[in-house]
């Protein structure tokens, strides 16, 4: 079955530690994004990536770092730079000429 | 800028209760309208979409109808399920050629039986 899988689904960070989350999708779709989602609120574009090798920051890119060096792969790092980094993060990608995105399970980063 | 305003929540209703959501955009332009459901811990699943003025998405017995003039794009179902309970988002296309969403806060919806 084709999907955006994202892992781990829970992940815990100690202070000053980077971690990164995995976001995989096997759908052959070009634009691939990472959201935060805080409690009551919306989401939140991260970062986006449109092809390999090129991303974009998106409304709340500080403290965050992507890489895209295979289409079906977009890991995002949440750096130490990051100072509240407790929140739910989504995954997402498009194919070409469509807006509409399709979105992986989630992860949940807590701080220890 | 763009942005989507979403009626607060939480919205609690019985089941077989007529539902209605409302959402409100600005934009410049002509965006693509949209509503996803998330379901408790789970990620954003596409609900349906309207890509013009006076286009009806609809998808599982919701609608919406894409109103230009009152710029507007209300989520509605007629008879409520206890699985309709989710967080509904409106959302819409900031940009096509970046292929960006701006997403408005979200309605928690809870359905009791």
């Known amino acids: 079955d084709g999907g955006i899988t994202q892992s781990p689904k829970y992940l815990f960070r100690k202070e000053g530690q980077n971690v990164t989350l995995s976001c995989e999708q096997n759908?052959?779709?070009?634009?691939m994004y990472w959201y935060r989602q805080d409690p009551g609120q919306g989401l939140r574009l991260i970062y986006y990536?449109?092809?390999?090798?090129?991303?974009q920051k998106g409304d709340i890119a500080e403290g965050y770092s992507v890489s895209r060096e295979k289409k079906e792969s977009f890991p995002l790092t949440v750096t130490s730079a990051q100072k509240n980094p407790t929140a739910f993060y989504l995954c997402?990608?498009?194919?070409?000429?469509?807006?509409?995105?399709?979105f992986g399970p989630g992860t949940r980063l807590l701080v220890l | 800028g763009n942005s989507v305003t979403q009626m607060e929540g939480p919205v609690t209703l019985s089941e077989e209760a007529f539902l209605t959501i409302n959402c409100t955009y600005t934009a410049t332009g002509y965006p693509s309208l949209f509503w996803y459901v998330q379901y408790p811990g789970e990620g954003l699943q596409l609900l349906l979409k309207?890509?013009?003025?006076?286009d009806k998405g609809s998808n599982k017995g919701f609608e919406a109808t894409y109103r230009k003039e009152t710029t507007s794009f209300h989520l509605e179902k007629g008879s409520v399920q206890v699985s309709d309970s989710a967080v509904y988002f409106c959302a819409l296309s900031e940009d096509p050629g970046a292929q960006k969403l701006v997403f408005g806060q979200g309605t928690r919806l809870t359905i009791n039986p």
């Open positions: 759908l052959n779709h070009d634009a």
């Open positions: 997402a990608s498009s194919p070409p000429t469509t807006e509409t995105q399709y």
């Open positions: 309207a890509t013009k003025a006076d």
């Open positions: 990536s449109q092809i390999v090798n090129d991303f």
